[in-house]
T-cell receptor, first 112, second 115 residues
């Protein structure tokens, strides 16, 4: 059973426009959510996170929104840049020293 | 920031041989490291949780005799793929908790190709 779902395998966006990447989860015990960016043949790099006590966290061009009642979070990138083209993974963590649970990723292509 | 150094970044080996992948935490102590495997166009799948000084905890379906994990110190965890087969070819990534609340950092990954 997939606990973290990214239902869009790919997304194409024009440079300068907004990119919205979505993620759904099923485990109500998750209390921290993270987004990672990954280039081919590299490890994931941390982008932004949000605690379950918040509904929004912003860092520069990146904003993560959390809707706990819907068990849904989204990553907004605005304005999108060609360098943002990568695979974005949504990850969730219950509390404690436990591993992250990842979604399958969404490949974002920002077209110049 | 917390850095995990993973080596080698790429390795090609013959079927039947063993390959060791190392992950070192460079500026922090990692009591726990996680080993992931990524198949093409798939998510990162957790293979095992490595705890310093104790046996690793393997996820269901992961052969512990094939994927040997050693976490002998607070800064080093190793994954050895024993008697490698072509189906073991994959991208392997380690991760460690940094000690900061909910902080995780990842190694750069190892591309293993078994021929």
């Amino acid at each position: 059973d997939q606990q973290v779902k990214q239902n869009s395998p790919s997304l194409s966006v024009q440079e300068g426009r907004i990119s919205i990447l979505n993620c759904d989860y099923t485990n109500s015990m998750f209390d921290y959510f993270l987004w990672y960016k990954k280039y081919p043949a590299e490890g994931p790099t941390f982008l932004i996170s949000i605690s379950s006590i918040k509904d929004k966290n912003e860092d520069g061009r990146f904003t993560v929104f959390l809707n706990k009642s819907a068990k849904h979070l989204s990553l907004h990138i605005v304005p999108s840049q060609p360098g943002d083209s990568a695979v974005y993974f949504c990850a969730a963590s219950p509390s404690g020293n436990t591993p992250l649970v990842f979604g399958k990723g969404t490949r974002l292509s920002v077209i110049a | 920031g917390a850095v995990v150094s993973q080596h080698p970044s790429r390795v090609i080996c013959k079927s039947g041989t063993s390959v060791k992948i190392e992950c070192r935490s460079l500026d922090f102590q990692a009591t726990t490291m996680f080993w992931y495997r990524q198949f093409p166009k798939k998510s990162l799948m957790l293979m095992a949780t490595s705890n310093e000084g104790s046996k690793a905890t393997y996820e269901q379906g992961v052969e512990k005799d094939k994927f040997l994990i050693n976490h002998a110190s607070l800064t080093l965890s190793t994954l050895t793929v024993t008697s490698a087969h072509p189906e073991d070819s994959s991208f392997y990534i380690c991760s460690a908790k940094t000690g900061v609340a909910y902080g995780y950092t990842f190694g750069s990954g190892t591309r293993l190709t078994v021929v």
